[in-house]
């Protein structure tokens, strides 16, 4: 007897997490502004943290391809991880997005350059991050005849 069938994160998903992070982000910095703040600052821990977020799910990915057998428990907590994963660097990307935007016409202050310059890499962060989630996804990819798998009765 089969059970539901997983599925990948779709990428119409993806790009609402990023609609949301960008509304987030905007509305956000709208009320900053709106208050004669600043936009916040993106520090650049945040993108050391999206990158190593992003290697730990490479190295798990690899590690899935190169041994084909998974428990179904281990392979669903993979799967949500990936999913977990390509949503929130979807919605971080937005977010850094709109930051970048923000920052990009005030760019002769030092503090907007800086900003931008973060952003940029926090973003390209999220997208590995993105990336990453993706791969794992796929990496748990098993046809259903494949015998290598063990069974939810195994």
């Known amino acids: 007897m089969a059970g539901p069938k997983l599925t990948y994160t779709s990428p119409a998903v993806v790009a609402a997490a990023f609609a949301i992070g960008c509304g987030a982000m905007y509305m956000a910095l709208s009320l900053a502004h709106s208050w004669g703040g600043a936009a916040p600052r993106t520090p650049l821990a ?33 799967l949500a991880l990936g999913r977990a994963a390509a949503l929130a660097g979807g919605a971080l990307a937005g977010a850094y997005t709109v930051l970048a935007v923000d920052a990009w016409p005030r760019l002769a202050a030092e503090y907007p350059r800086e900003r931008l310059a973060s952003s940029l890499v926090s973003l390209v962060g999220a997208v590995v991050l993105v990336a990453a989630g993706y791969l794992l996804q796929r990496a748990l990819h098993v046809d259903d005849d494949d015998p290598d798998q063990p069974s939810a009765h195994d």
């Open 46 to 78: 945040a993108a050391v943290a999206l990158a190593a977020a992003a290697g730990l799910l490479l190295v798990l990915a690899i590690v899935k391809l190169r041994h084909r057998r998974t428990l179904p428990r281990a392979a669903v907590t993979l």
